[in-house]
């Protein structure tokens, strides 16, 4: 028997105060019944941002983690170049100018090379690569295995470079030689 009916046999509660009661006690289960589909309403939608707020997190930390690696990519593939450019060096000064478009293609350089070289330029045999140094540019010969190999990788440091083969030009037919070299004496 609970309290309210021994309230009621004592005479001490009246039948209707006991009625308002039982009936501000059942709208009290349906408010907190209510409430409790609202409280799991509200539980999803605070998992639900929780998770939107870690995703968003880790996006961030995955477009971070993208930066750094493209980052540390230049950083390779230009090392990469400048030690391919200075392992390749051609050192061959000489005393005829060479004129060469600069990278941004308005600009005019010129280097100072033997006679020979600048017919192995015009061939392809022979690159002009550019290093830059922060302060100053270099323009540095390089072979041709190492100009594709610097074309496959920034061949924008590449300023001069005939690649494929050419035909020869018949202006340089003077320069090569048109009979068999013999081993044989000179003299008869």
Known sequence: MSLRDQLLKAGLVSKKDARRVNQELKKDRKESQGSKQKKK???????????????????????????????RDRYEAALRVRNLILGN???????HRFFFKGRDGRTVHRIEIQAGVAKEL????????????????EYVLVGRSAADRIAEVDPSVLVHFCPGPHAPDPSEALMEKDWEPSLGPHRV
């Open 41 to 71: 309403a509200l539980e999803r939608e605070a998992r639900a941002a929780e998770e939107a707020r870690r995703n968003a997190e880790q996006e961030a930390r995955l477009a971070e983690r993208r930066e750094r690696t493209e980052a």
């Open 89 to 95: 060096r051609v050192k061959n000064r000489g005393p």
């Open 122 to 137: 015009a061939n392809g045999r022979l690159a002009i690569a550019l290093i830059d140094h922060g302060t100053r540019e």
